[in-house]
């Protein structure tokens, strides 16, 4: 059934709101305009004329889009090369979606997007949709097909699994950039001992390569071996350079509202990594290298001017 131009407005009106909600379920930016994408050839084909709240029927479509997506996606991380993270984006990018209230900037953090992993998908869905976009639990309850109790018990138990793995505390973008510009001086030293200062005791550094570029499955634990990777890391190589194709510019930027570094070669993000801090140091560093999650941050970093890089390794 061919859309109207008007049912084409309302969905594209609807669009940025849907994104934003598929990225928080799904982690990836690329899913989540597949899984909107799929909304949209279901409101084609649907009789728009029949639907009362087009909002809530577009809402419940794109979810349980997600959740299937989500089901399967757990199976195939099962096989994926190295540790999974989620596709990080930086400030600016639309997917983020709402950031007015700290719900709301929590729940699309890095540090929450990967407990938001541990969750079911029935559990990750009634987060998202209630702790980030203030849906009632009756409209929860409709989307995913349980009663209003159950949504609200699925809401309390996902926030005591999330709440149980946060260590994070909110800090403005200025103390975050003086974070990490404390924090490259230290990792360019060549010593470990001021890396040693900023990180907490349990410190924790992980990457995801996808299989596709060099990262270690298994997490670095404790402040001292964080360290001496990161000494690792930042000392400048021929071979480091001949690998990425030049020399990383590293800049500090924000993604999905954690201070982050950004290393870039000839405009071409080449690695995020999002530092999550409390008041106690550096608690983990996720780096994401996996050049199939770079390209929309490529692609949105080179749409802006960004100064001058802090370090060339």
Known sequence: MALITSDVDRFQAARPRLEAIAYRLLGSASEAEDAVQETFLRWQAADAERIEVPEAWLTKVLTNLCLNQLTSARA??????????????????????????????????????????????NERAVYVLREAFDYPHREIADMLDITEAASQQILHRAKKHVADGKARTEIDEAAARRIVEEFLIAATSGRTEPLVRLLTQDAVAVGDGGGKVPARAKAFEGALAVAKFLRGLFKPSDAKR?????????????????????????????????????????????????????????????AADHGSPLYVL
Do not use: F
């Not at 290393?263 to 199939?292: F, H, K, M, W, Y």
């Open 76 to 121: 195939r991380r099962e096989t994926y090369v190295g540790r999974w993270l989620p596709e990080p984006l930086l400030v600016g990018d639309p997917m983020l979606g709402p950031a007015d209230t700290v719900e709301q900037r929590e729940s699309v953090s890095y540090a929450v997007l990967v407990l938001l992993e541990r969750l079911s998908p």
């Open 242 to 302: 001949a690998y990425v194709g030049g020399a990383p510019e590293i800049h500090v930027a924000t993604a999905n509202g954690e201070p982050a570094i950004v290393a870039v070669v000839d405009g071409r993000v080449v690695g995020i990594t999002c530092l999550e801090v409390t008041e106690q140091g550096i608690v983990a560093l996720r780096s994401q290298v996996n050049p199939d999650k770079l390209v929309r941050a490529s692609e949105q970093w080179a």
